[in-house]
């Protein structure tokens, strides 16, 4: 295990990384340190091609309280250009987060709030507690949940986002579930298994092939559906058939066995 000042990174054997927040005396709330060290993680991950796909996760009872209070301390005192800069840098953590090129994984309980919240929207796939409960607190504050908007609008949809996104409420697991924010909400006891049994269907696809299904939905969800869309989508799949991967995908399928990705 690869140990940092606030996250911590394991990768076993199957490719699975699992990204940890680290800092449960604060709820997980992350400062400029911590941002700068989930965006060093996530970047080393995209480019780690022995890995499959992420899970993050978190230790104690909370998944993430957003910003640190100290961090936030620092920040009244910030000029415009300061403030951009930091800014600019947590826009980067949830970019980055977003476009990574392996599935990504929520595994969320407890407390999420404010940018905890946008951690959550940019994974692929979320799984929470039942006892966990959601907060888009920043209009509390007199601020806007602006670098993590694009991320929640795309999960919960604009409507939902106005609400929440006016009203500060706190949401339980089972309203973030019906919303989108959540792929699933489990008992405590079950959520290991939980984001186990995701982490076990993707190892069995092809690791190429799963990439570019997360990059099309990614790329064509905003599109309208016209001659150029239908041709590109034509051209991908005609592609990916005669791709090393595909090939040995469709050999295993005709030969009715499981298929060596490796070997693609």
Request: include cysteine; glycine fraction near 6%.
């Amino acid at each position: 295990m690869t140990e940092q000042r606030a996250i911590t990174i394991d990768v076993d054997g199957r490719g699975l990384a699992t990204v940890t927040l680290n800092r449960p005396h604060v709820h997980n709330a992350f400062d400029d340190i911590v941002i700068a060290e989930l965006i060093n993680a996530f970047e080393s991950i995209h480019q780690n091609a022995d890995i499959r796909v992420m899970v993050l996760a978190a230790t104690g009872k909370s998944f993430c309280a957003g910003a640190d209070l100290n961090w936030m301390k620092k920040m009244a005192s910030y000029s415009y250009a300061q403030n951009k800069q930091d800014a600019g840098q947590l826009a980067k953590l949830f970019s980055t987060l977003y476009k990574l090129n392996k599935p990504t994984i929520a595994k969320v309980q407890g407390a999420v709030y404010g940018g905890g919240v946008g951690l959550v929207a940019c994974c692929d796939i979320a799984i929470g507690s039942k006892l966990s409960k959601f907060c888009l607190s920043e209009v509390k504050l007199g601020l806007v949940p602006a670098t993590i908007s694009p991320y929640v609008i795309e999960a919960i949809g604009p409507r939902l986002a106005k609400r929440y996104f006016m009203t500060a409420e706190v949401m339980s697991s089972r309203r973030a579930r019906r919303i989108g924010l959540l792929s699933e909400a489990v008992s405590e006891e079950e959520l290991d298994s939980s984001v186990e049994n995701i982490v076990s269907l993707v190892l069995k696809n092809g690791p190429r092939s799963v990439a570019i299904a997360k990059n099309l939905v990614n790329s064509i969800s905003r599109r309208t559906i016209d001659p150029l869309l239908i041709e590109e989508t034509s051209d991908l799949i005609a592609t990916v058939r005669v791709s090393d991967e595909g090939q040995e995908g469709l050999t295993a399928f005709v030969e009715k066995r499981a298929p060596n990705w490796k070997k693609a």
